[in-house]
C-alpha cells in the first residue's frame, strides 16, 4: 500500500539544504511529496561514513578478491518488526523516507 501527501510538517522534519539544487524553492516547492509506503518484508543496507569513504570501501571491494565490509545488512519481515526496528534506533532508514 502506498500513498502521495503532501504533509509539510513532515516534508519539514525531512529537508535537507542539499536538496536545494533540485528544488529551487526549496521546501515549500510544491513539487515535493512524501510518498508513504507499508510494506511487509524489506531488507537494507547501512554504511557508516561519508560518501568518499563509502565509495572507496566499494572501489576496494570490487577491485579486490577479499570481501569488504561495506556495513551492516538487515532484513526485517512483517510489519510490527520493522516499526520496532525503527523505534530503537535499530536502523537509521525511515521507512517514510524510502
Not at 508513504?36 to 531488507?43: F, N, P
Not at 572501489?59 to 526496528?85: I, N, T
Amino acid at each position: 500500500h502506498a500513498s502521495v501527501e503532501r504533509d509539510r510538517a513532515k516534508i519539514h522534519e525531512l529537508w535537507s539544504p542539499l536538496q536545494k539544487p533540485f528544488f529551487q524553492q526549496g521546501e515549500a516547492d510544491p513539487r515535493i511529496v512524501v510518498l508513504r509506503v507499508r510494506v511487509r518484508d524489506a531488507a537494507y543496507w547501512e554504511s557508516a561514513g561519508n560518501f568518499i569513504v563509502r565509495a572507496i570501501d566499494f572501489a576496494r571491494a570490487y577491485l579486490s578478491e577479499q570481501p569488504s565490509d561495506l556495513g551492516r545488512h538487515g532484513k526485517l519481515h512483517g510489519e510490527e518488526q520493522m516499526s520496532r526496528e525503527l523505534r530503537s534506533g535499530g536502523s537509521r532508514h525511515d521507512a517514510s523516507k524510502a
